[in-house]
C-alpha cells in the first residue's frame, strides 16, 4: 500500500515550534485569513503566535519550499499569487494525476476501500451547508482514492499540486451548487471503480476536477467583483 511520505522527506519543520509555526500558517492560508499579497513579517507572527522569531523564520522558509511564499525586493516575504492562467494549469496537473490515480484505483483498490469511499460520499451527502465538514470529507475522500492507487510517486505528485492550490483560500465547497454536484460526481467515479473499468474511473475523475476547476474561477472572478478588482 502506498504511504503518505512522512514529513522529513518532504522538508517540513522538525522542531515543535517550527512544526507549529508552519501548520498553523498553512490553516491560515487555506481559511482565506492569509491571503495572496500579505506580507509576513517575522515581529509581528511571533507575537501573535506566541514564539520567538526563530521557529517563525523555518516556517516562512519551507512554506517559500513549499511556492506558498515569495520574497520580493524592498517587500520581504509575502504571500504568492497565482493568476488565472496559473490557476488553469494547477487543474489540469490535478485532472491528470488524479485521473490516473483514479485509473490505478480502478485495478487495486479494495473492497473495505470502496465502502469508506461510499461512506464519506454519504457523509457529504447529508452535510450539505456545513462547509467545513464538507471539505475534510471531500479531502478524505481524495485522500483514500489516491492511496488506493498503490504509488507513492503519484501521491507525491498530487501532494505538490494540492499543496500550491492552498494559495487559493476558501474551499469551492462553500458554494452549495458545488458541493452537490460533487457528491454525483463522487458517486460516477465509485461506479466505475467497482466495475474495474479504469478508462470510465479516469473519464469521471477528469470530469470532477474540470467541475471544480470550473467552480474555482467563478469563485475567484465573483471575489475579484467585490473587491472591485480585475480578475
Do not use: C
Not at 17 to 26: C, N, S, V, W
Not at 68 to 84: F, N, Y
Not at 206 to 212: D, L, W
Amino acid at each position: 500500500m502506498a504511504e503518505k511520505p512522512d514529513s522529513k522527506a518532504q522538508g517540513r519543520p522538525e522542531t515543535g515550534q517550527g512544526r507549529d509555526a508552519y501548520e498553523r500558517l498553512i490553516a491560515e492560508i487555506r481559511s482565506g485569513a492569509l491571503r495572496p499579497g500579505d506580507r509576513l513579517t517575522e515581529t509581528e507572527l511571533a507575537d501573535r503566535l506566541g514564539i520567538s522569531r526563530t521557529p517563525v523564520r523555518e516556517a516562512i522558509r519551507l512554506l517559500e519550499a513549499d511556492g506558498l511564499v515569495e520574497h520580493q525586493p524592498r517587500a520581504g516575504a509575502r504571500i504568492r499569487r497565482l493568476d488565472l492562467a496559473e490557476v488553469t494549469e494547477l487543474y489540469e496537473m490535478r485532472a491528470v494525476l488524479e485521473g490516473t490515480a483514479a485509473r490505478f484505483a480502478a485495478r487495486a483498490a479494495y473492497d473495505s476501500e470502496l465502502a469508506e469511499l461510499q461512506a464519506i460520499n454519504a457523509e457529504m451527502a447529508a452535510a450539505s451547508g456545513n462547509p467545513e465538514r464538507l471539505y475534510h470529507a471531500n479531502r478524505q475522500f481524495h485522500g483514500i482514492l489516491l492511496n488506493a492507487a498503490r504509488n507513492r510517486f503519484l501521491w507525491r505528485s498530487v501532494e505538490a499540486v494540492q499543496k500550491t492550490l492552498l494559495i487559493l483560500g476558501r474551499s469551492t465547497m462553500e458554494e452549495a451548487d458545488r458541493a452537490q454536484a460533487a457528491v454525483a460526481e463522487h458517486a460516477a467515479i465509485l461506479d466505475a471503480l467497482r466495475a474495474h473499468d479504469g478508462d470510465a474511473a479516469e473519464a469521471a475523475m477528469r470530469r470532477h476536477i474540470e467541475g471544480a476547476h470550473r467552480a474555482r474561477l467563478k469563485q475567484l472572478r465573483d471575489l475579484a467583483t467585490t473587491e472591485g478588482e480585475s480578475p
